[in-house]
């Protein structure tokens, strides 16, 4: 029992330690880049980069996990998160980071064996929804205080957050080398594909899932444009720093946390069905997002906080629904094709954002926006039948 409640305990660990350092680099980012001789177009470059590698790496490493364990992938997984920041740490000129996105995307398989582990250690499908919810907590607090600490950190010295976050995955490493025992007794023998397009053609193949699938390639995109030029975005329109972008980043993460924990279930779903749940954020979403575009930082903050308040209920719905009308021994599968589908999306919206941002500042937000009204609209225009296939949000569900 002992040991179960450490491994568990190190994943959660595992967990934070991943969610937060990308929390902390999110802020300082942008200015990191110019500190390397770096232009704008690099910082959207870096998250496409790093996306392109884990969309071809993370099915790959989730197979893999099934056939030699969870164990050894999620080492591999840790220490190259170590060395991706490592690198960025050291770094004196754009390459450098380049090399260290590339290093980390090769085997970004953290948060999903992660998952796996605990879905492992749970004894009954009760303490697996509990461990997951844990999960979902750890994540939102992580993204919470992650970004205030890299806007602090990056005030001192440009490098500081990057050797802080490569430090403590270093020190997560040695935790999981000690702690983490295997967990996965029933490996399988088989073949590995490394065709990461496997699950998208299922996505496409899957005709009562494949508006969902759309509409979260969508969503995807959209997301992925505002964290590629968000920070970006704030400081040269409103000259915001580091820190500052850093507070009102956690500040959203603060929204996300009352919206996933209490919100969602003690408002939001005693309101309405699950349908019109998205159908409302996939709007505001789009509305947010398009009053974000107005050169006002005031006007610009209600934008923002109203996207962001409606981000997890889409999310969390979605993910929920899609993942309630797959049949029993197709729930799994359906997980990770959303993962692809989404980290597909992570790759075409930098792609988007860097030529608009270089015709004009205001051009990613506006795109993004319009990109979750395109998905508002594919929903209202599937809404019959979403309807008659359309289950109750379930709380056992991990939230891609």
Not at 55 to 73: A, E, Y
Not at 228 to 255: C, N, P, R
Request: hydrophobic share 55%.
């Amino acid at each position: 029992m002992f040991k179960m409640e450490k491994t568990k305990l190190t994943i959660i660990i595992t967990v934070f330690i991943d969610v937060l350092g990308m929390g902390i680099v999110m802020p300082i980012l942008p200015f990191f880049v110019e500190h390397v001789g770096g232009g704008p177009e690099w910082v959207t470059r870096l998250f496409m980069i790093f996306a392109v590698c884990s969309f071809f790496s993370m099915p790959f490493l989730g197979r893999l996990s099934d056939i030699i364990g969870r164990r050894p992938v999620l080492l591999a997984s840790i220490f190259s998160t170590a060395l991706g920041w490592i690198i960025f740490a050291t770094a004196h000129n754009i390459w450098f980071l380049l090399i260290g996105r590339v290093v980390d995307g090769i085997a970004a398989g953290n948060f999903s064996t992660a998952q796996s582990y605990l879905s492992d250690i749970s004894a009954n499908k009760e303490e697996r929804a509990k461990n997951m919810g844990v999960i979902g907590a750890i994540f939102g607090i992580a993204f919470l205080i992650g970004p205030a600490i890299g806007g602090l950190l990056g005030n001192i010295s440009p490098t500081l957050p990057f050797w802080v976050v490569g430090i403590m995955a270093t020190i997560n490493f040695i935790l999981g080398y000690f702690y983490l025992p295997e967990t996965n007794h029933n490996r399988q023998d088989g073949d590995i594909s490394f065709n990461p397009f496997t699950p998208i053609k299922k996505a496409i193949s899957d005709k009562k899932l494949l508006p969902f699938h759309l509409v979260w390639l969508v969503f995807s995109v959209g997301i992925s444009i505002q964290m590629a030029i968000g920070a970006l975005y704030m400081s040269t329109l409103f000259g915001f720093t580091a820190s500052t972008i850093g507070i009102l980043m956690a500040v959203q993460g603060l929204i996300i946390i009352f919206n996933q924990a209490w919100a969602l279930k003690k408002f939001w779903l005693s309101r309405f069905n699950e349908i019109t749940l998205i159908l409302i954020s996939a709007f505001f979403l789009g509305a947010g997002s398009l009053i974000s575009t107005v050169p006002n930082i005031f006007i610009f903050i209600i934008g923002t906080l109203t996207a962001t308040f409606m981000h997890p209920i889409f999310r969390t719905v979605m993910t929920s629904e899609m993942v309630g009308l797959a049949p029993v021994t197709e729930k799994g599968e359906v997980l990770g094709i959303m993962a692809s589908v989404m980290s597909l999306g992570m790759i075409i919206g930098p792609a988007i954002a860097e030529p608009l941002y270089a015709k004009t500042i205001y051009g990613p937000y506006f795109a993004a926006g319009i990109i979750f009204l395109l998905a508002f609209v594919i929903l209202y225009y599937k809404k019959n039948t979403l309807l008659a296939h359309a289950e109750p949000v379930r709380e056992d569900v991990e939230v891609i």
